[in-house]
Every structure is written in structure tokens, then in C-alpha cells.
């Protein structure tokens, strides 16, 4: 069932998707060499809760029910999603992805950037472009009447001609008052397939892309993902709702890019 957003409901879920915003902007702040994943989630648990919402994460059960221990993902390098926060310290040359979560107000917000840790090679650096830009590709394709398959087609062929996996396993979402609601948003596809679009659809589009091979290993905590190779991996997230004539984007990184300046990717 997919649920259509009244404006109402679209400017809660902004609400909620704004405060994520301003929780990964605090984080853009202390990302630094030197400091653990585990600083991260108790910076971003304090501000979500200061601001009279929940981390929707923590808690949150994988499919084994083993519920997420934290308040955000933290995904260094290697790893591609859902990396659990602990005593690992970012060093100079890291990427690390942060995905966070909020509920506010009954509504949910989800939203995703790769953080650069000091210096980092132009190869992955190019790698988080090119993920960014695919996600406002997909963006560009969410109006009504175009369907599903033409978001993870603009998704996929922008990362593919870049020669960088797309990753199959782990998808985008519809969202509300649940963080994941139908349907499901790939980040491949073929044109014209899928899911029509309608105005007042609200989904979470996040491209998962790796540097080379796309294939995953999960890890023994039955949460962490990474790639089987070792390479690094990138993962933009943002939600949106799909509008009569254009998609709305109800995240942002605003708050990020206004602490990055020029070092924004
Ligand atoms: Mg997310
Ligand atoms: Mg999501």
C-alpha cells in the first residue's frame, strides 16, 4: 500500500527531515582525524532528543530482530551502510557515511551524506560526486507520471558510466509516519517500469555505490555492510516528495555544505 501525503503531512515530514539536516550539519563540524564513530552518534542522540525528537534507529530490528544498538550509521570506508558507531577513530583519508534518522511529531525523517576525514584521493573523491549527482538525477525523474524504473535508471547509468557497482541489495523507500513504508526504490532500473509516480508520494531515494566490484559481505554483527573487495563505497540519501510538476526535497544538506564552504563535495 502506498500511502499519498497530504500537504499537511508533507510539511511534517520536512520538519522531521530538517532537523536530520541540522544533525548532520553538527556532525559536518567535529568530523575530523581523531575522532571515533561512537563521538558522532552520542553528538547526533543529544541534539535529535534536545530538539523533541527520537532517533528512529535506534532499536530498529534487521530482519533476525536484532535491534541497532545506535542512533546513527556510521560507514567507514570499506563499509557501504549501516555501520554500528564504536571505538574506531576516523584518520586522515577516510570517508565515512553517516545515515540518520528522526522521528518528530509522528513523522520520520531519513537522510544520508559521505563525509570526507582530511585529505582524501581525488579516485574517492570522485566516487562521492558522482554518488551525489546520481541521487539529484533520480530526483529530476520523481514527477508524476514517470514510474519507478526511471529513477533507478538515472541512478544507475550515471554511476555505471563512471564504471563504479550499484548496489542491488539495499534500496530506497517510501516514508512517512514509518520510516519504511511501500514501495521500495531501487537505484537501477529500466525506463518506463515500475510503480507510477503520483503527487503526494514520499520516498527516500539513496544511492549505494561502490568504487569497483558491487559485490557485499555482511559482517558478524548481522548489521554492518561492506564490499567484498575492500573498496570504498558512497551513499547520498535523500527524501523527497514527488510534487505535481517536480519533487520537493524535504532533507537537506544545507546545514552540511554551510560548514564544509569549498570542501563540500
Ligand atoms: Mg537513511
Ligand atoms: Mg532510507
Not at 3 to 21: C, F, H, M, P, Q
Not at 22 to 29: D, F, I, W, Y
Not at 108 to 126: I, L, N, P, W
Request: charged share 25%.
Amino acid at each position: 500500500m502506498v500511502y499519498l501525503k497530504t500537504d499537511e503531512e508533507i510539511e511534517l515530514l520536512r520538519a522531521s527531515n530538517d532537523l536530520v539536516g541540522q544533525t548532520l550539519g553538527e556532525l559536518a563540524k567535529v568530523i575530523k582525524p581523531g575522532i571515533t564513530t561512537k563521538k558522532l552518534d552520542c553528538i547526533a542522540e543529544e541534539f535529535i532528543r534536545d530538539h523533541g525528537a527520537f532517533p528512529t534507529f535506534k532499536g530498529y530490528p534487521n530482519p533476525n530482530g536484532t535491534p541497532f544498538p545506535a542512533s546513527i550509521c556510521t560507514s567507514v570506508n570499506e563499509q557501504v551502510v549501516h555501520g554500528i558507531p564504536g571505538d574506531v577513530v576516523l584518520k586522515d583519508g577516510d570517508i565515512v557515511s553517516v545515515d540518520c534518522g528522526t522521528m518528530l511529531n509522528g513523522f520520520c525523517g531519513d537522510s544520508a551524506y559521505t563525509f570526507c576525514v582530511g585529505e582524501v584521493s581525488e579516485e574517492v573523491r570522485k566516487l562521492l560526486r558522482v554518488t551525489k549527482e546520481s541521487l539529484y538525477l533520480g530526483i529530476e525523474n520523481a514527477v508524476p507520471g514517470k514510474r519507478l524504473g526511471d529513477i533507478g535508471y538515472a541512478v544507475q547509468t550515471h554511476c555505471e558510466k563512471n564504471s563504479y557497482g550499484v548496489v542491488r541489495e539495499f534500496v530506497g523507500h517510501g516514508i512517512g509516519r514509518e520510516m519504511h513504508e511501500e514501495p521500495m526504490v531501487p537505484n537501477y532500473g529500466r525506463r518506463g517500469t515500475g510503480v507510477l509516480l503520483k503527487n503526494g508520494m514520499c520516498i527516500a531515494i539513496e544511492p549505494m555505490i561502490t568504487l569497483r566490484s558491487r559485490q557485499l559481505v555482511m559482517e558478524d554483527d548481522g548489521w554492518t555492510v561492506r564490499t567484498k573487495d575492500h573498496m570504498c563505497a558512497a551513499h547520498f540519501e535523500h527524501t523527497i516528495a514527488i510534487r505535481k510538476s517536480s519533487a520537493d526535497i524535504l532533507s537537506t544538506f544545507r546545514y552540511v555544505e554551510d560548514v564544509l564552504g569549498d570542501n563540500a563535495i
